[in-house]
């Protein structure tokens, strides 16, 4: 479905649902994190771009104060009003746009209604984070019907309290920023601390390719809780040798190194993990600039590994999809992304392999795991914003 098609598609749906037509449609693109796991929430840096994978909403303003979101793509729809913004166990996936509408009212922004119908081409629960461009379409769409003075980074924070205060996840900013503010044809390294980014072009002949393992990522929720705490816990026990260490950002390799046998052993690998993978951001950048392709084959094979063994977020299919990437003679460079245990991973390969690589990683990968993967390339795209007629 082209832009046309897909504004059509929806054009026509909402007069279905809601007898009028939309007077606006906003979209926020998925992301991928080409290097940087767990690092956002230790004011870490990571290397991410926007993907054209995305949300859309189409939407016609009310004089009222009620909300009614409907999806195409996911079960369920739902009515509530700006004044008695409660959780909808019922249909889940409306706490996002619920979660939003709350944290914007408690800013103290001033909201009026909308009829709001979704559609997503990010496939959900993948890890390409397709919540958080919920999350963005519809604040971006509160935005712009009440013509908030909120910048992208605003937005994103916003939409960041809304999953962590209103949905219940104690995610870092990643998912949000990247959405919020992407950049066509350019990866971002984004500073977590600072909220900044440096844009990196990619070379002209790389292809990002998503490579889903569709595996089932039940621990995601719980282990990621765990990480968190495991990862403030070596802040504090860091902090007593380093006053002034608040994050893991704030701790050198050598620090490191020097009082690693002071953390129990558990706390002291995920340490270890965050410490060597925020210095790979770094290296990748420099690597992307000056097109060093082995400093990049390197550092994304050592980023799966220390994902794998110290941050112990792997899972037998992650380990089936790497060898079946990296068995692929086009392959560039191949890691897991998001925040692991299943789910997509990342490949950078020649563009002009996008046909052999797809067909070798599903032959390998389904001959491993007897599931059928979902292999395919995506492009670097701006941030959220309202879908400009074509
Ligand atoms: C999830 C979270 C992000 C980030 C990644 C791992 O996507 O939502 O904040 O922590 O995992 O890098």
């Known amino acids: 479905m082209n832009q046309t098609e897909r504004q059509q598609y929806l054009t026509t749906e909402f007069f279905k649902r809601f007898g009028q037509l939309p007077t606006l449609f906003s979209r926020a693109p998925g992301r991928v994190d080409l290097m940087g796991s767990h690092t956002d929430y230790n004011h870490g840096y990571v290397m991410t771009m926007a993907i ?82 919920l999350e963005v379409a519809t604040a971006t769409l509160f935005k712009l019907f009440n013509n908030l003075g909120i910048d992208s980074v605003g937005l994103a924070l916003l939409c960041q309290r809304a999953e962590n205060q209103f949905v219940g996840v104690n995610c870092g900013i990643l998912d949000q920023y990247s959405s919020a503010l992407g950049q066509t044809g350019r990866a971002l390294l984004l500073d977590c601390r600072n909220l900044t980014t440096e844009t990196v072009a990619l070379p002209k002949n790389f292809q990002v390719v998503i490579c889903d393992t569709r595996a089932k990522r039940a621990l995601v929720r719980s282990e990621y809780g765990k990480r968190r705490a495991q990862c403030e816990e070596g802040v504090r026990r860091l902090a007593k040798f380093y006053p002034g260490v608040t994050a893991l950002r704030d701790v050198s390799p050598a620090q490191f190194d020097e009082h690693e046998a002071d953390l129990p052993e558990t706390v002291a690998k995920r340490c270890r993990f965050i410490i060597q993978e925020n210095q790979r951001v770094l290296d990748l950048a420099n690597a992307l600039s000056n097109n060093d392709l082995s400093a990049l084959k390197s550092l994304t094979a050592d980023s799966y590994l220390g994902a794998r063994d110290l941050y112990q977020i792997g899972c037998p299919e992650m380990e089936a999809m790497m060898k079946a ?66």
């Open 325 to 390: 990437m990296n068995s692929a003679p086009s392959t560039i460079g191949a890691r897991q992304a998001g925040a692991g245990f299943g789910g997509s991973m990342v490949s950078l390969i020649d563009t002009y392999s996008l046909k052999p690589f797809t067909r070798h990683v599903q032959k390998e990968y389904t001959a491993a795991t007897g599931i059928e993967p979902k292999v395919y390339p995506v492009n670097s795209v701006a941030g959220a914003g309202p879908v400009v007629p074509v």
């Open 52 to 133: 054209d994978r995305d949300a859309w909403i189409a939407a016609r303003p009310r004089t009222d104060r009620q909300i009614s979101i409907a999806s195409l793509n996911m079960d369920g729809s739902s009515t509530f009003l700006l004044d008695d913004i409660t959780h909808d166990n019922a249909v889940p996936w409306t706490n996002y746009v619920r979660g939003v509408a709350d944290v914007l009212q408690i800013a103290g922004h001033n909201l009026s209604g909308f009829d709001g119908l979704i559609h997503s081409t990010i496939p959900f629960g993948s890890g390409l984070s397709s919540s958080a461009a």
